[in-house]
């Protein structure tokens, strides 16, 4: 119950309190190949602990991500140092570009090698906030849960009580503060602000640009080429993160 109380004072002061709506976040995102394939529950447990196995001590990789946010927009995107190789089709095909003002997306996004844009309302997650309390980056957060129905994973997403913006990594929002860390399916995939950066001035926040042979979609028909394919991989018993994010 203090927990909760606190909560609410805190977001009562920062709310009322805090005037910054402009700041960039830095991300890491670590990938554990390992923790992926234990949620494909389809595949048989010998062919998890073979991979498992096989990938040893290869089984994560880190990635760096930026957060750019303005009162009226915000957009996520991975980013690609000097040098780093693999995965480098993450920084061109992956953009979330949301439009607070007008509460719109224009996602960019890869789904089996063919680019797609996703025009849609801004719907965030359904979540449910708990009580528990952490510090990242050097803000005080307590965490939130929501179950991803498309990709059957629990999410747990820890948001920052003195930054009241309902914005966050990747597609995860919607939350009374920042969110600063994204933990998915118990540590497949985790989201961690390494800074925040806050600022008097307004920061650029651009609208992807993309080629005229990119399709624009909704989120319905993307959410139901996805399922389509995680059915298929299914029945092929393979991981469907090999040919879709996870």
């Known amino acids: 119950m203090r927990k909760i109380i606190v909560l609410a004072s805190s977001l009562f002061l920062a709310t009322n309190g ?4 402009n700041g960039v976040v830095t991300y890491t995102v670590t990938h554990n190949w390992v923790k992926k394939m234990a949620t494909c529950e389809y595949i048989s447990k010998a062919d998890r602990e073979r991979s498992a196995y096989v990938w040893g001590d290869d089984r994560e990789y ?3 991500a930026e957060l750019k946010f303005n009162a009226e927009a915000y957009r ?3 980013k690609e140092e000097e040098g780093e190789t693999g ?3 993450r920084k061109e095909s992956y953009i979330i570009y949301r439009d607070r003002s007008q509460g719109g997306t224009f996602d960019v996004m890869t789904l089996l090698e063919k680019p797609y844009a ?3 309302t801004l719907q965030c997650q359904n979540w449910k906030i708990k009580n528990d309390m ?4 050097g803000h005080i957060c307590m965490n939130a849960s929501f179950y991803d129905t498309v990709k059957g994973k629990e999410i747990i997403a820890w948001f920052a009580l003195d930054l009241p913006i309902p914005v966050g990594p990747d597609k995860y929002c919607g939350l009374p503060g920042m969110i600063l860390e994204v933990n998915e399916a118990n540590g497949a995939v985790v989201y961690t602000a390494v800074s925040v950066l806050l600022s ?3 920061v650029a926040v651009e609208k992807p640009v993309v080629k005229k042979r990119t399709k624009i979609i909704n989120y319905a028909d ?5 399922i389509n394919y995680i059915n298929e991989c299914k029945k092929m018993q393979r991981p469907y993160f090999w040919g879709i994010s996870f």
């Open 18 to 21: 805090f005037s910054q709506q």
């Open 200 to 202: 008097e001035e307004k």
């Open 62 to 64: 880190v990635q760096n």
């Open 222 to 226: 993307f959410n139901k080429l996805i």
């Open 76 to 78: 996520f995107e991975y």
């Open 134 to 137: 952490k510090e990242i980056a």
């Open 87 to 89: 995965y480098s089709w």
């Open 118 to 120: 996703v025009e849609d």
